[in-house]
């Protein structure tokens, strides 16, 4: 099993930024593959960004591209997702997830986070 602990949502004005971390714990030689997801209200839980420890490759969802950013410290078993020039579209609850293959849907990801919720306040 890998537990997955997200933080670091709040609210924020549009133009603002926010960090996003979540730290792997337990099995974490399974989770080769760490993504974000959001899901805003009344709708599905969508693809925001992945990273591949294996090569350091990332994958963003076109409407974040240039804006977020995905990194992480293997280290510390730490993934993070840098968020700028947010707008009120971004407002969801962003969740963590982890496997050991990187995939673009959430049916991709066996282990998942609680959720952060990020506002942003037009």
């Known amino acids: 099993q890998v537990q997955l602990v997200e933080s670091g949502g709040g609210l924020v004005q549009a133009g603002g930024s926010l960090r996003l971390s979540c730290v792997a714990s337990?099995?974490?030689?399974?989770?080769?593959?760490m993504g974000w997801f959001r899901q805003a209200p009344g709708k599905e839980r969508e693809f925001v960004a992945a990273?591949?420890?294996?090569?350091?490759?990332?994958y963003y969802a076109d409407s974040v591209k240039g804006r977020f950013t995905i990194s992480g410290d293997i280290a510390k078993n730490t993934v993070y997702l840098q968020m700028n020039s947010l707008k009120p579209e971004d407002t969801a609850v962003y969740y963590c997830a982890a496997d050991s293959h990187l995939g673009w849907n959430q049916r991709d990801y066996a282990y998942w986070g609680q959720g952060t919720q990020v506002t942003v306040s037009s």
């Open positions: 990273i591949n420890w294996n090569g350091g490759n990332t």
């Open positions: 337990g099995r974490t030689f399974s989770a080769s593959a």
